[in-house]
């Protein structure tokens, strides 16, 4: 049975026949399509407005993502939280614990928001989060050491629950419109990959803008960062690229996604289970949307009225079907994404590799400096934490980029019924093999801290940043491409909401962990005028062989989620 998509599309240029991305021309003279070549000129310049309009929409997504990771630039200033505010290790980890929770546990909230509404909300909402979070952070830290009637650690942890809603908020946006938008093209995994990269790029520049414009200045010599008008500079920027978002986000013809899904659910017999469609809530008359029992249907008075009313009544009517038929749709898409349990495997291995990888990025900056003690000068700048918060950005960056691409080269292509005979044979490899892949990396640069050799080679800390990147950077873009590829992009907002909550817990964990193994450490650390830093391998190494076994226990769940999807014949 037709859907409605199908008998919208019936008149022109179906999208199948040019590109996966945009819309068709619209026929405007209430005639039957005046044939393919009617007008070349004509169609050459739809043709070339769209393409242009569809990289215009990509440019503004990226400019959001690439400035919404600034929590990732945290190494850069959060040792200066102990030496310059008396923090203990466990308040350093506590404020980016607060940070990492906000970003990630309101998340299908947010996903639920933007999928129900638009992505403009949310951009707006992060605006204001990030401003008023930066703001506070900057006065928190300009009234000095808590020793010094300074702003307690609890002010510092609210900021930072503002700075990490701001940030679910922008990218959860920018990442959601860009799956609505070309996430049922053949680039689905570079369309999702570009928005997740900006996100790792903006921690990179943003340090560097901290560590060699906004530092303070001692004589001649470069000092450390400038906190306080760091965080001002966060607060305006980050307010002004909200609001851009808020006129600038948009989702391209949302009803089309709607009317496939459903026709979808029509083909898999699940409408004839709904309550809601036998109730005749969404039923079209030229259409429809299965059998509805006469008994069942709107009556004959009803729909005289229907007939009889203007319409502005019509339109409105038809509007308030649509967002019903909407709000059951992914509803509905919700529940059976909750059943599944593949997607209870995905998300505990997702826990189980970012957890490690938000505590390893959230305390180089006091790992780096327990392979210096005194009376070394500390780190060189070749080694400070600010250089290694942009190879970590670089090398996640890459990785994005790199997995997003060759999964839409390489992956195996989902069955379709509009592809007819055996399709020519190809080279696949599945986007599960880069996943466990990249996981082992990530395990690499784990286990060469864990071991020590760190400790003795100190420049060998640049490998494990690199290791840890393209680990970290693989899954995180790899995670959201499965999602879309096995549940659909028409509710990504909630559905990868519900798996993105899970690295607030690994953080938390990972974060508690390392700040105790730390703290305990400390009592046996050399003496050294600072009571509260820690020199040595025993600071870390416990931590992070706990970590390589979670990267391990990750690669298992996946196999066993892997297994599950090629049972079902999902080309994952």
């Not at 600034?70 to 310059?84: K, V």
Request: with cysteine; proline share 5%; net charge neutral.
């Amino acid at each position: 049975m037709p859907s409605r998509s199908s008998s919208r599309n019936a008149k022109g240029i179906d999208k199948l026949d040019f590109d996966d991305n945009r819309q068709p021309p619209s026929t405007t003279d209430g005639s039957e399509s005046g044939g393919l070549l009617k007008d070349d000129e004509s169609l050459l310049s739809d043709v070339v407005h769209g393409v242009v309009e569809r990289d215009r929409r990509k440019m503004r997504r990226q400019v959001t993502n690439l400035c919404a990771g600034s929590i990732t630039a945290y190494s850069l200033y959060g040792p200066l939280f102990q030496s310059r505010l008396q923090y203990t290790q466990g308040q350093v980890n506590a404020v980016s614990t607060a940070a990492e929770i906000a970003m990630y546990l309101p998340v299908p909230i947010f996903g639920y928001l933007c999928d129900r509404f638009s992505p403009r909300p949310l951009s707006l909402f992060a605006g204001v989060f990030f401003g008023l979070g930066y703001l506070l952070a900057a006065l928190a830290y300009h009234h000095g050491s808590v020793k010094e009637d300074g702003f307690p650690p609890a002010i510092m942890v609210v900021s930072f629950v503002g700075v990490g809603m701001g940030t679910s908020c922008m990218y959860l946006s920018a990442v959601t419109t860009c799956a609505k938008n070309f996430g049922r093209g053949k680039h689905k995994g570079l369309a999702l990959a570009m928005p997740i990269a900006a996100f790792g790029l903006s921690g990179m520049w943003q340090s560097q803008v901290g560590s060699r414009l906004l530092y303070e200045r001692s004589g001649d010599r470069q000092g450390e960062v400038d906190v306080y008008r760091y965080f001002i500079f966060l607060a305006i920027l980050l307010f002004v690229v909200g609001l851009f978002g808020a006129f600038a986000l948009n989702v391209v013809n949302e009803e089309e996604l709607i009317d496939e899904a459903v026709s979808e659910l029509e083909r898999s017999g699940l409408l004839e289970e709904s309550p809601f469609f036998h109730r005749s809530v969404i039923h079209d008359s030229s259409n429809g949307y299965g059998t509805i029992d006469s008994s069942q249907t709107i009556s004959n008075s009803a729909e005289s009225d229907d007939a009889d009313a203007d319409p502005t009544t019509r339109k409105s009517r038809s509007n308030s079907e649509d967002a019903r038929r909407k709000t059951w749709l992914l509803n509905n898409e919700t529940r059976i994404f909750l059943l599944d349990h593949t997607m209870w495997f995905l998300a505990a291995g997702f826990f189980a590799v970012t957890g490690p990888g938000e505590a390893f990025i959230n305390n180089l900056g006091t790992i780096i400096k327990t392979l210096y003690p005194p009376p070394s000068a500390g780190p060189p700048s070749s080694n400070s934490p600010a250089t290694h918060v942009s190879i970590v950005a670089l090398t996640s960056t890459l990785a994005r980029l790199l997995t997003g691409t060759l999964t839409d080269l390489l992956a195996p292509a989902a069955p379709s019924p509009l592809i007819l005979g055996q399709p020519g044979k190809r080279f696949t490899c599945s986007r599960l093999v880069f996943l466990l892949g990249s996981t082992l990396l990530f395990s690499l640069g784990q286990l060469l801290l864990a071991s020590g050799l760190v400790q003795t080679h100190p420049l060998v800390f640049s490998l494990v940043s690199a290791l840890v990147g393209l680990g970290y950077g693989a899954v995180f873009s790899l995670t959201p491409i499965i999602v879309s590829v096995v549940w659909g992009v028409q509710n990504f907002g909630t559905n990868w909401g519900i798996v993105a909550v899970v690295p607030a817990a690994g953080a938390a964990l990972w974060g508690a962990i390392y700040a105790a193994v730390y703290d305990s450490a400390t009592g046996s650390a050399r003496e050294s005028g600072m009571e509260r830093l820690c020199y040595g391998v025993g600071c870390y190494a416990p931590t992070f062989w706990g970590m390589t076994a979670f990267s391990w226990i990750a690669i298992a769940l996946w196999v066993m989620a892997w297994r599950g999807w090629r049972k079902r014949g999902i080309a994952v």
